[in-house]
DNA sequence: CCGCATCCCTAAGGATACTG
DNA sequence: CAGTATCCTTAGGGATGCGG
């Protein structure tokens, strides 16, 4: 193996870290995934339709504001309200995500033994 | 929203959820990715290519022999040796991690301003 | 309603040394 | 060479309660 293909195998391998550093846990994926498919959502109604927690559901999404793939909306309603959307860059994503939903229907089916 | 999208939704969620399960950590789409591109592998060149010390390996390895993604191949060499090669059903896995590949390259060059 | 603070527990991952 | 045993550190994630 020539250095120009060890060089190439590097930049395959980190680019895959990188993609899992970004993307790490077991929520990052999901939530973008609804804000994704289904647009805008409230706080509440994000936490209830992922079951995750507040706390971490809060956590999750300023680590993906931080890297651009969420906006946060405060809305100055009565009791305050804040949206977050998925960005454009998070688009990006979609190639990711759709392939992941794609191999685990296909794998449960498997599973279950069709 | 109605009963059926609600059921499609909650199939999606759960889709994502099934691959995060079976790839789960830091390192399962790295070897899968190796094994696949590069071919079999003995444990050894694994180790040392990926940088994962071997405790983590192993552990990985039998997790992904579980699930039938990589096959482990012992050769009666003098000092024994061992190979592992992806199996036929990891290559469905292969628009995953292809797409999480592009997806890294491209978020570097966003990180480093091109 | 949002989401932070606190506390807690488990699981993931790493270093090192050792055996078949 | 392969991989297990031991030990340890950290990070991920959950429950609950309070404040803006």
Redesign the pocket.
Known sequence: MNDKSDVACQNVHSAIQDTLYVV????KLLILSILINEGTK????L?RESG?????L?????ELELNQLVS?Q?CPTK????E?SSTPYAGTLKEVIDAMIRWGQNHKRKIVGR
Not at 42 to 45: D, S
Not at 79 to 82: N, Q
């Open positions: 790490n846990g077991k929520w409230r706080f509440g109604e936490a995750i927690s507040p706390r971490i809060s956590k999750e999404l300023q946060r405060v009791p305050i309200t804040v977050y």
